[in-house]
């Protein structure tokens, strides 16, 4: 499907994706979190990553970012955020959370492999293609013939990944009758892209937050958090305020004292999983 320009291939013989395709996603990233201003909100910047993901993955299908809560909730977690893209989002509006919800319950089962995998090594996102890891039983079935085939879906590709706040972000391809099956290259590619765009659907979180959850703040040392989890500089911060550097230096020190924190890392740390961060590196 790909024409790399060079190959990335582990020892343990896992899929082979292009640097190119993993610069894409580093390219799409830096593109998405530098942008800001009135129009810029979270779920636009998710949307472009998605629509990026859709041209690298060369599927024309459906994509979706999920976010879910309560994770002990039976049969799978309540959907808490939805982010959504795709050729055919027009056409089967509206699909509300609740609907979503029942396709997810009637997936339980692959969140119990997700649980599993998961547990196993929580800092790494779990990657999954439905018909092929579903584990057996008559769940899958059910949920093709109710939720996949009246839509013209075949099988979903999905990535997830438990955030700082235990929280699930999930990614996820519907996959068209008429595309090729998934394979370990978009498993792979799947996997990169939730390590990339993790910390950055975190802050974006954050800023489409209501100010209570930051709790003791006022609305300006609000608005300069926001930015600042942006991965903006003080100076950055003062420009798009239209405030002096010393004003949001003053107002950086006072959120310092807030979180009780001493240096920009340990403020970024309170909002982003280092852990995911780390792990960028190590993808392929």
């Known amino acids: 499907m790909y024409a790399p320009l060079m190959s990335i291939e582990s020892a343990g013989g896992r899929a082979v994706i292009s640097v190119a395709q993993a610069a894409r996603v580093v390219t799409a990233l830096n593109q998405v979190a ?160 939730v390590c990339a765009v993790a910390p950055l659907i975190d802050r974006e979180m954050f800023r489409d937050e209501t100010p209570e959850t930051f709790g003791g703040l006022s609305p300006r040392q609000t608005d300069v958090l926001r930015h600042l989890l942006t991965g903006m500089s003080e100076k950055e911060v003062a420009r798009a305020l239209h405030r002096s550097v010393e004003t949001v230096h003053n107002h950086v020190r006072a959120i310092y004292q807030r979180f009780e924190v001493n240096s920009r890392g340990e403020l970024m740390a309170k909002f982003i999983d280092r852990r995911v961060l780390e792990g960028v590196g190590d993808v392929g």
């Open 34 to 193: 530098s942008t800001d201003g009135p129009t810029a909100d979270g779920e636009e910047k998710v949307r472009v990553l998605l629509r990026e993901l859709q041209t690298l993955l060369g599927y024309e299908a459906d994509l979706e970012t999920i976010l879910y809560e309560d994770l002990g909730r039976k049969p799978v977690p309540k959907i808490a955020r939805r982010v959504w893209y795709g050729p055919t989002f027009e056409e089967i509006e509206p699909r509300d959370d609740a609907a979503v919800q029942d396709a997810a319950d009637a997936g339980a089962g692959m969140w119990d492999i997700f649980r599993a995998k998961l547990k196993q090594n929580r800092p790494s996102p779990c990657v999954a293609v439905y018909s092929e890891d579903h584990g057996g039983g008559g769940w899958f079935e059910t949920m093709r013939e109710q939720f996949l085939v009246p839509h013209g879906w075949a099988d979903i590709l999905c990535a997830g990944w438990i955030d700082r706040r235990d929280r699930l972000v999930q990614f996820i391809v519907l996959r068209k009758e008429t595309y090729p099956p998934f394979g370990p290259a978009e498993r792979e590619l799947m996997e990169l892209m």
